[in-house]
Nanobody, 114 residues
Framework: QVQLVESGGGLVQPGGSLRLSCAAS????????MSWYRQAPGKERELVAGITSNGRWTNYAESVKGRFTISRDNAKNTVYLQMNSLKPEDTAVYYCIPRGFGSWGQGTQVTVSS
């Protein structure tokens, strides 16, 4: 059974940083492209960043380029999202998901506010 457990969210002031983690199990993690999505209140879920199975290639939404970094540790079945220079508009629930999968974890709440 696929399990995705996101953690690391919280309340942070504008300009601050957070590091999100997603621990995955129930599938062969190192074979899958992994993505982070987010969903703000009243908005559609949107793609934030993605990373290839070997970690060599990454992709980012324009709104987070230069501020967020996605990475992974295949030995730990974990994907990370380092978020710097956070803005209030980054406030959302953040989710990870392997490409082609349809079920989501519980997500982790990120709130950027002074």
């Amino acid at each position: 059974q696929v399990q995705l457990v996101e953690s690391g969210g919280g309340l942070v002031q504008p300009g601050g940083s957070l590091r999100l983690s997603c621990a995955a199990s129930g599938f062969f993690f190192s074979n899958y492209y992994m993505s982070w999505y987010r969903q703000a209140p009243g908005k559609e879920r949107e793609l934030v960043a993605g990373i290839t199975s070997n970690g060599r290639w990454t992709n980012y939404a324009e709104s987070v380029k230069g501020r967020f970094t996605i990475s992974r540790d295949n030995a730990k079945n974990t994907v990370y999202l380092q978020m710097n220079s956070l803005k209030p508009e980054d406030t959302a629930v953040y989710y990870c998901i392997p490409r082609g999968f349809g079920s989501w974890g519980q997500g982790t709440q990120v709130t950027v506010s002074s």
